[in-house]
């Protein structure tokens, strides 16, 4: 589990199904969106400097967002398994 803020977001080609795809960086860790996961629909490009923890593994090889929750400025969390 990653706790940080979302920096150095960047939107990566879309999927072939057309599905939205991000890379970000998260507490240290540069790490993608797995293609066509219900993750990539939670950010955005406002989601840069956003608060949130993060569960990273790998696909294919590749750190990869497994799960993400983004807190408000109450420290409520928001989940996105």
């Not at 979302?6 to 991000?22: E, F, H, M, T, V």
């Not at 993750?39 to 993060?54: M, P």
Request: glycine share 8%; charged share 20%; aromatic share 10%.
């Amino acid at each position: 589990m990653h706790k940080g803020k979302i920096s150095n977001l960047k939107r990566l080609p879309s999927s072939r199904y057309g599905n939205p795809r991000y890379q970000m960086k998260i507490d240290g860790w540069t790490c993608r969106t797995i293609p066509d996961s219900m993750h990539a629909y939670a950010i955005s490009n406002s989601s840069e400097g956003s608060e949130v923890t993060a569960w990273i593994g790998t696909y294919r090889g590749a750190p990869a967002i497994h799960s993400l929750a983004f807190e408000d400025k109450k420290g409520h969390q928001s989940f996105n398994p």
